[in-house]
Each structure stands twice: as C-alpha cells, then as structure tokens.
C-alpha cells in the first residue's frame, strides 16, 4: 500500500518529517519498504500568460503563441491547439520537462519555427480537467508559479508492506493516523459522525441482513462539468491511483482515507427501489470490466428493479456505472460480512480494492460516516449541486467486548508493569477498558483475546522496553534422536573417506529419471502444481540427482569427481506418502593426468570406502554378485548391497555405471552406489579394547592358483573355515595371471596371545588352510 | 734393535702411502687384510716374536702393538670417510626436483548448508534445545489448520504451497508442524524446549527465493514464558552464532500461529550498520521471525494457554549459511559446483575470521 505523507498531514497537522513518520510507522509492525519524493516533475511546469496569437507561416492546422514568463520574458512556443488566447493563462513545460507520460520535452522545429518546450493539456501534465487541449488555469495563482507551488511542494511517499492481520485495518490513511498519533503522542483531527440518513422508504430492501448489516443510499447531484479537485488528484496520483470521474475520485479517496468502499451508481440507469439479496439461479451481471458473471446464490448482489446491477462489495456493473457526463448520482455505504465478499473474491478472481477490504472486515461506524466525508469533501471544493433522498436499513453491530487480564499480558510480555500501564496502552489505541472488561474499537477485527491486546501494549510502548532475560526452567542437555545422530556420523564419515557432499532439490520428472533407468520399485508421488514440467515429482531415487550434478561438473571442467549425499526420496503407496532417506555415491573413474603419480581410480575404492564406512556404523552388510544385475549397471562391476538384519528388505547397489548409461550423464567410468540409509538393527557392542598381544608375529605368503569361476570370497571364506584362532589377519598382496591362470598372493599373519608359536604348528595351519582350498581346485603356485 | 724399528718406519711409511691412495672399500678391506689378516705381515712378524730371546720378545711385542694399533685405528678412519663420499655420491643419483608440486591428500567436505545447519543446532543444543523431526509431505491439518491457518486464511496466500496427488497433503511450508508434533509427543510435559531443522517448499523462485529451502524451528513451552524470554533467548543464540558484536533489534510482525508476532534483525554484514544497498540503507537484515505461540497452536498441541505460554522462531538456513559465508546468490548453494563448494574447505567452522 501507499501512503502520502501530505494525506497523513490531513489528518496530523504537526506531522514531522518522513524519516521521524517512517520510524513511528516500523513502531506500529508497518513495513516500510521504501520512501520516495513525489512531485518533483512538476517544479518545471511554470504558469505563463498568451500575449499574442498568430498562425504558423507555414503551417495550417499550427499556431504560434507568445506567452509571458514569470520572469517577464516573452517566448513563442508552436501549438496545435484550439484554445489558449490572449489573456489565458496555460501551463507551459520548457524544454527538459518530464510529462506525466514519461516523455521529455525538447526544442523541436516545426516547418522552420522553433517552439522551445509546449503548452501542456491537463492531461500531458498528469492531471484531467475542464475540457479543452490547453489546460486553460482560473485559479488566482501569478504567472510564473509552478505546478509544484500549486500543489503546495512535493508530497512523500511511503511504500508500505502491510502484514495481513495489519491488513485488516490499515488500508485506511485514518487509521494509521489514529495509531500512530497515539504511539508517537500527536495530535489527531478525527471525525466519525454519522451521516443523518433520510427515512425514504421505496428507497432500497435489505433481504440478507446477515450478509449485510447495514446498507446507506444517498441520492446527491453534481455540478455539471465538476472537476476533481487538483489536490485529491494529486493524492491520488502519488498514492498510484488514476483520476476518472469527480464522482468516482472522491469515492476511491474516501476509501483510502478511511478505509470505507463507496460504490456510486448512476441514478438514471437504477429502477429504484434497490434490493440487497443473494443472487437468483439463472441471474447474470455484466461487470465494470467487461466480463460477464454467470450468478449463484453464493453471490450477494445489489438489485434494481431489472436484477443485479453490482456484486456485492466486489464491483459494479456495466451498465449502471458512471459514465463522462454522468451527474445525477445514488451514492451506496454499506458494511457487508467479510466473508461473503471474501468468498465471491477468491472464487471469481477480483480482487478489486473494494474487495480487498470487505473482504478483510470493515468498520460499520463508518459504513455510517462516509457519506458525510463524501458530501464535505464535494462541498469544499464546489462539486455538490445538491443532496437528495437517503436512507439507510440495519444498525452498527455492537462493539465486541472481551476479559481485560493485565496478568496474562503481563506474563506475555514478559515484564511487571501496573494494571494501569497496560490500560493506558490499550486506551490510546482505540480500545475501552472498563474493570474487567476490553471493548474492542469496530475497526479491529483481529482481536480476539489477551494475546492479541498483549501485542497492542507492546506495539504501544516498543519493543525495546522489554527487556531481554533468559527463560528460568528446569535445565535439561539438549539431544539428537539416534536415528539423527546416525544420519550425521554417516555423512561425517564420508566426507572423512574423501568425498564432497553435495546438496540437491527433491523435485525430479518422469523423463529426468528415465535417463538413469533404475528400477526403484517405488510409485512416484506428482505434485498437482509442479513450477515446471521438469519438477512435477519428487524424486524416487537420489543417485539420479547426483548425476546431474556429475553432469552439470563435468560440463563445466573434466576434473576428478568423487561426491555423495544422504536425503529423502518419496513414493506413495495407495494414499499413504512413504519418505525415505537414501545415500548414494558418485565417483568418477577416468584416469587422473598428474605429476606426479596418484594412485589409479578404481571402483575398488568406493568398495573400500563403503566396508570401511560400514566398520565405522557397525552396518553389518553382505555384499554380493547375484545372477541379475539392472541394467543401469556394469554386468561385470557390480554388487548388490544388502542389510543382514532385513535380507530381503531390499538395501542397494554398487558398481559402476554402464557405460551407455554414463553417457547419459557425460561420463565415462563412473561408480556409482546407492542404498538405504538405515540405521543398524542393533547398536555396535561396546567391547573393551584388547592388549597388543606381546607374542612375535609370524608371516606366511602363499602364491595360488585360482582356477574359473572361483572368487577372491570364496578363497577367504575357505580360509576362514578352518578356525584357526591365531590366524590374524589374511590380506591379498598380489594378483597376476600367467599360462597357469589366475594366481593370487594372500599373506597369512598367525599371533597367539598366550605363547611364541612355533614354525611347526604355523605349517600345520598352513597345510589345514590348503586342504581347505584344495576343496575348490585351489592349489599352490609352484 | 735399530734395525727393527727402522723396519717399522719402513712398514708404516709404505702403509700410509697405500691408504691414502685407497678410493674404495675394497682396497680397504685388501689392505687390512695385507697387513692384519691371518698371514697378514705384521701378524706373521708377531707369531715370529716366539723365536726371539724373553728380553726382546717383550719389547719387540709392545712396537708391534703399537704398530697395529696405529694401523686398526688408520684403517678405521679412512673406511668412515669412504662410507661418507659413497653415500654422498649415492645420494646425488637420487636427486629429485622438490620444486613440484606435492600430491595432495584426497578429503571431502560436508555441504555449506549442513555445515550451517549444524553451526545453529549445535548452539541450541547447549542451550538446552532437543531435536525433532517432522515429515517433509505433510498433512494440511498439521501443516495449516493446527497453526491456526484456517481454509482461506490470508497466509495460505503468503506461503503459496505445492500439493500432491493425495489428498489433503501438501509439501511442507514450514518447519513449523514440527512444533504441533513435538507437543503432542510431549503429551502436556514441561517444558517443552525443541529444535526442529528440515527441508521445506514454496512455490517461489527468483534470485532470492528458491522453491525448496531449509528452516530450523524453535519452540519452548513452560510457565511463565513471555516475550522478554524470546528476546534474550535469541539474542544469546544469535551471538553466539554470529558472533558476540552482532546488534539485534526486534520488530512487530504477523505470523498466524504467534501472537504477538515479532522480526529479529541483526547488524548489516554487508556494511556493519551504516546502512548500504544490501540492507536498504537500514543497517539492519532480517535473521528470523519469532513470537508467543499462539492460545489455538498451543491448544491444537495439547496445552491450554490458560496455564502455560511459550515462544516460537523460525530461521532460513540458506539465510545463515549466506551470513555465515558471505554470499550474495542462493542459487548457488544448490547448485553443486564442485569448484564453488571447494572454497568453503578454508573456512575453519568456527567464527568467521
Ligand atoms: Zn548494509
């Protein structure tokens, strides 16, 4: 909203400056977002005098008219214009004027006459008047005044962001007045008299006085050929408003001043009497703006005698709305219920300001007062001709009172001032203390009990007097749940293996996740009003994310790649949402051009990084080759990951990317795992460190022939039957092929804890160990 | 008598010659060996000693004692220096160009955001906050309906929200139905004193507002609590995060499910409070909004307003990993740019330098 400082005067004569306003206004919770001049244009537009008028030499339809400055000097600007004679006095911008169109004057030649600058009509200087293309001035102002003296200097203005519940009864420059000049102790002219209604019956019928509490009709004429003032429509023009019809300006001007909507019918296009009712099935109404409105009894309308000729508090119709010429006025006051209007405004869209405002709540003592404003206002200014039949049906509903308890607002807010502080408060702004008791001023809609008046004492006083102290409570530590605490140590250690974590959006598509091809098994849940097609899911399946993360590093840079991250994926399952965290892994396998030399990527480092995250947890994970590999992945690179807690509960995969897939996302070699982030099923036990035994270790290299299809697990698995309880360690050391086949090298570390062993009981465990693995054809290198 | 020790002289002169022209440690070795070995000269002359008469035979064998003496210790000296030039000229092979570069050793890093994230959990957890958790698809009851945020409610408008295809569910707004959820854990137990951290949505997105973000949300319940509580509360947590210079001033503000409502800004890092374009010549930036939870949220989660009263807030993590970090785009924190998530490695953690 907009607020004009000059308009806030009216109501606070000894207004101080903007920057002292802008600070009482943050006071009160209003956003001020910013402060701008207003006006400033209108320095250059001078008031000149015609002291002749000749046609152009050589131009017909052009004239040359010499006016007199300020100054005294006499210059010759070319017009086109029909009026502007000898004695007129015209607004003439020089050149380097701005109009209100934005477009700056210049010295322009016309067919061999330089014209400086132009005289201006009303409207190329911003405003509307009399008819005519010069704006022809008969004010007494002297020539050489400007446009800016006229209006008394340059206005302020405030862009105000008004939260909703301030929204309810700030969209009134009275309003904000009365609060302000209560918080900030300024003197405040306000004026909330009824209008003295008529008792005209055949005037109008309120049908739904629930809809409608009160309803005020005032037929009054106006002057033929009446102007809005040039201060309201300068006000209104600061406050971005358009000036259209005297009629139709002071009603907007009285909505914005206090915060009351007045519709103004055009009294000869109303079969009169007016009925405020619910609108009948089949009843349509052709809108101000055009469209036409197919009725429903959800609508509150008013009626003439034809049918519907206005929504409601929402907008007028088309063809009983003012018009150019129009003077014969039947002017509507009214206090409809909020949620009536609010219901026709969401459901059609019009969010027009009458709407904004009853729709939030109205003050019906003003629904009362502002035919009174709206005929002063017309009065002053010589635009009323006369005042005819009124009437008004209903009554003000009666003010709401609620429990005044100093002691919950005090316990509120945190501070010990006296019961005769906090009414004082609550008087200032607006509201009655009686006793117990807190009458609620009828602009307030927002209250509703001691919270509500505990933020008025505080907005009253400041926030900066109460004083910081810190909450006396049972001191308890704070904690982390487990499955929390979990989820950071898994990052931590990741991150500690080497690899970045990265942060994605959980928004995916169908056709994102096609890309990767991973049968997650999980039903997508779609968004019903995605941003964009690219975002209408959330994901299913993270290690897709990450790719395009991959893919977007590796269109910026070929550089190595190693990342991972642990959040959500989403499914449904029926009507049920399932959120689930994942961890998935990404990592590039492209060799690394340096010098010098690292070690060679492999996959086998995000196999080793996974077991040895794993020890960390305590995740007890079988990792292996099934028969069926997805597609997604490399046939003879991958493994399946599972839990051995939940076997069959599905837990992920790792190997690289199939190098089509890869593709897909810029890449070549890369490793990929993606799994369920589950907790352990059983904490690790908490053993008690073992003593180094102080017994020599002894050291068997063994060399093996390891024929087809035989694996490196197997191999240990085999190892690991014997039982041999001082084997400590078996560590592959080498593996190279020749014309005997595969031969691994496993070193074989025995330690007791109890002796020195000896070399004899050493080969006798070796020689268990190859009767073991002869079982499956592996034999010794000789 | 002469004879003899003129003959050491000789023996001596000749050894010390061929010592000094041995470059190795074999010619060592075959001159020890010459003179000291088995059938080495001077042991074969003292094996002869036999022969001689008692009263030679001891001076005799205290000359050739010091001879060999003499001889050992010679030997010794000359293989030390051989051991030192061969080590030396050994060493000069393996020469390497220090001057390149060093292979760096291979780490990650935890995102900006988590890093944040974790900087404010960490505080509030010693300050007595403990953790909970909500679902990031919401039911529209917890979401809205029990924050007071009734069907047409204005704020339903403030937070344009994403919906799914079931029903009365809604991506998350806020973080804030955590404060309903841990309530109702609570089940009327005091205090009440939580940190909800999470992922929410807003359908939003331009440069300073991203449709998916993350909030911490704070809740503490128990008697007596009132705004004067909120105030030192966050103003501890705020300078402790931030740092023990940062100002704070609070505002009056709107949010359905506080009453009263109020803003916290803190000093302008951009500026440090004289007032520049990131702050709107303010000197002030928003952190948080806060307030008294609202009679209906704390009713809807099982505490009658009546008895008890508590304060609430709510704070962008993008927001604070921004202040904490110096940025300017939020985008970028999404955007994973390796190279941009690199720089963050020199940030120690702790308060900024
Ligand atoms: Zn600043």
């Known amino acids: ?128 008047a009399e008819p005519g293309d010069l704006w022809v001035w008969r004010q007494a102002d002297a020539v050489g005044s400007t446009l800016l003296d006229v209006l008394r200097g340059p206005d302020w203005v405030y862009d105000l962001e008004l939260t909703p519940n301030l929204a309810i009864y700030y969209q009134s420059v009275r309003n904000i007045a009365h609060d302000a000049a209560a918080v900030a102790g300024w003197t405040m002219n306000d004026d909330r008299e009824p209008f003295p209604f008529g008792q005209s019956t055949g005037l109008l019928r309120v049908e739904s006085r629930a809809d409608c509490p009160l309803y005020g009709l005032v037929a009054l004429d106006l002057v033929p050929g009446a102007v809005t003032p040039l201060w309201m429509q300068a006000l209104l023009r600061a406050t971005g408003q358009r000036p259209i019809h005297p009629a139709v300006d002071v009603t907007n001007f009285v909505l914005w001043d206090c915060g009351q909507p007045l519709h103004a019918f055009d009294r000869d296009r109303v079969v009169l009497p007016i009925a405020v009712r619910r609108a009948l099935p089949g009843e349509s109404l052709t809108l101000l703006d055009g469209t036409v409105a197919a009725l429903t009894s959800a609508d509150l309308v008013i009626a003439d005698g034809h049918g519907p000729i206005a929504l409601a508090g929402v907008m007028g119709g088309a063809e009983s709305a003012i018009r150019p010429d129009t003077t014969r006025i039947l002017l509507e006051s009214a206090h409809f219920s909020a949620p009536v209007v609010f219901r026709t405004l969401r459901a059609r869209q019009l969010p027009t300001d009458a709407a904004l405002h009853f729709g939030k709540g109205t003050d019906a003592v003003m ?99 109460i004083l910081p102290r810190l909450p006396r409570m049972a001191a308890s530590p704070g904690k982390r749940e487990p499955e929390q605490e979990f989820l950071e140590r898994l990052r931590d250690l990741w991150a500690q293996a080497g690899y970045w974590e990265v942060a994605t959006r959980t928004f995916s598509s169908e056709e994102r996740e096609r890309t990767l091809n991973r049968p997650t098994g999980r039903q997508p849940l779609q968004l019903a009003n995605p941003l964009r097609n690219e975002e209408s899911r959330l994901r299913t399946d993270l290690l897709t994310s990450l790719l395009e993360v991959f893919q977007f590093n590796r269109s910026r840079r070929d550089r190595p790649i190693a990342m991972f991250e642990v959040a959500s994926v989403f499914a449904r399952e029926g009507e049920r949402v399932v959120e689930s965290v994942e961890l998935a892994v990404v990592e590039s396998l492209d060799p690394v051009e340096q010098f010098p030399h690292g070690p060679r990527p492999s996959i086998y480092d995000l196999k080793g990084a996974l077991e040895w995250v794993a020890a960390q947890l305590g995740w007890e994970l079988s990792l292996s080759v099934p028969a069926q590999i997805p597609a997604f992945l ?10 051995t807690h939940d076997p069959q509960g599905g837990g992920g995969w790792l190997g690289e990317l199939r190098p089509r897939t890869a593709q897909g996302f810029q890449g070549r070699r890369v490793a990929v795992l993606t799994m369920r982030a589950d907790r352990p099923a059983s904490p690790r036990p908490r053993g008690v460190m073992a003593h180094p035994s102080r017994f020599p270790e002894i050291v068997r290299d063994l060399s093996l022939v390891v024929p087809e299809p035989v694996t490196f697990d197997e191999v240990q698995t085999r190892i690991g039957r014997t039982g041999s309880a001082d084997l400590r360690q078996t560590r592959l050391i080498d593996r190279f092929e020749g014309d005997f086949g595969v031969s691994l090298t496993v070193r074989l570390t025995f330690q007791s804890d109890a002796e020195t062993l000896t070399d004899q009981a050493v080969e006798e465990e070796v020689a268990h160990i190859l009767s073991e693995l002869a079982g499956v054809g592996v034999v010794l290198r000789q | 008598m002469q004879s003899k020790t003129s003959t050491d002289g000789r023996w001596w002169d000749w050894f010390e010659e061929t010592l000094r022209t041995a470059r190795d440690l074999p010619a060592i070795q075959s001159l020890r060996y010459q003179w000291l070995g088995k ?60 001057t390149m570069p ?239 998530l690199q720089q963050f490695i020199r940030w120690e953690g702790g308060r900024q330098a």
Not at chain 1, 2 to 19: A, F, G, I, T
Request: proline share 6%; charged share 25%; with cysteine.
């Open chain 2, 102 to 340: 060093g292979r760096p050793p291979r780490v990650g890093l935890l995102h900006p955001l988590t890093r944040a994230r974790r900087r404010i959990e960490d505080v509030l957890l010693r300050m007595g906050f403990s953790l909970h958790y909500g679902p990031q698809v919401e039911s529209e009851w917890y979401n809205f309906e029990a924050l007071n945020i009734p069907a047409g409610h204005p704020a339903r408008d403030m937070q344009d929200s994403f919906f799914v295809d079931v029903p009365n569910m809604v991506l998350r707004t806020h973080t804030s139905p955590v404060q309903i959820r841990a309530m109702q854990q609570h089940q009327g137990r005091l205090p009440v004193k939580v940190l909800a951290p999470g992922v929410v949505y807003r359908r939003d997105d331009d440069a300073t507002h991203t449709p998916m973000f993350q909030q911490v949300e704070g809740l503490v319940i128990d008697h007596g609590i009132g705004l004067a509580d909120l105030k030192g509360t966050l103003t501890t947590m705020v300078r402790e995060v931030l740092g023990e210079r940062v100002e704070t001033r609070f505002r009056s503000s709107y949010f359905p499910f506080t009453e009263p409502s109020v803003e916290m800004d803190v000093t302008c890092a951009a500026c440090g409070g004289v007032g520049c374009r990131t702050c709107k010549a303010t000197g002030w930036v928003e952190i948080l909004g806060s307030g008294m939870v609202h009679p209906v949220v704390l009713a809807n989660g099982g505490y009658d307003a009546s008895v008890v009263s508590g304060f609430a807030f709510g704070l962008g993590i993008e927001r604070l990993a921004m202040r904490l970090f110096g940025l300017d785009d939020l985008r970028l924190l999404y955007q994973n740019d390796l190279q941009f």
């Open chain 2, 39 to 98: 059938r080495g000269q001077l042991t074969v002359a003292m094996k002869e000693l036999a022969q001689l008469p008692a009263e030679q035979r001891r001076l005799r064998g205290q000359q050739l004692n010091q001879l060999r003496q003499r001889m050992v210790e010679a030997l010794d000296i000359r293989q030390r220096e051989i051991d030192i030039e061969t080590e030396a000229a050994l060493l000069n092979g393996e020469r390497l160009d220090m």
């Open chain 1, 367 to 465: 629904a009362a007062a502002a035919p009174a404003r709206v005929l002063a206002v017309m009065a002053a200014d010589g635009l009323l001709a006369g005042v005819g039949d009124s009437a008004i049906l209903g009554e003000v509903p009666r003010q709401r009172v609620i429990p005044f308890e100093p002691e919950t607002i005090r316990t509120l807010l945190g501070v010990a001032w006296s019961d005769e502080r906090v009414s004082l408060a609550l008087e200032r702004l607006g509201f009655g203390v009686a006793r117990d008791l807190v009458t609620i001023p009828s602009w307030r809609h927002d209250v509703e009990g001691s919270a509500d008046l505990a933020e008025e004492v505080a907005r009253y006083y400041g926030l900066d007097t």
């Open chain 1, 634 to 643: 490399h046939p003879g690179r991958s493994l399946a990951i599972a839990f």
């Open chain 1, 1 to 128: 909203m907009k607020l004009s400082h000059r308009w806030l005067s009216r109501y606070v004569p000894d207004l101080p400056s903007p920057e002292r306003v802008a600070v009482v206004l943050q006071q009160l919770g209003i956003e001020v977002a910013a402060m701008e001049p207003w006006g400033e244009r209108l320095r250059a537009i001078e008031l000149v005098e015609v002291v002749r008028r000749d046609p152009h030499p050589r131009a017909d339809r052009l004239y040359l008219v010499s006016v007199r400055r300020g100054s005294g000097e006499v210059l010759s600007v070319v017009t086109g214009a029909s009026n502007g004679f000898p004695g007129d006095r015209l607004w003439y911008g020089p050149a380097g004027t701005v109009l209100a169109d934005g477009h700056v004057l210049g010295v322009r030649d016309f067919r061999g006459v330089t014209s400086p600058g132009m005289l201006l009509s009303p409207e190329e200087a911003g405003f509307s």
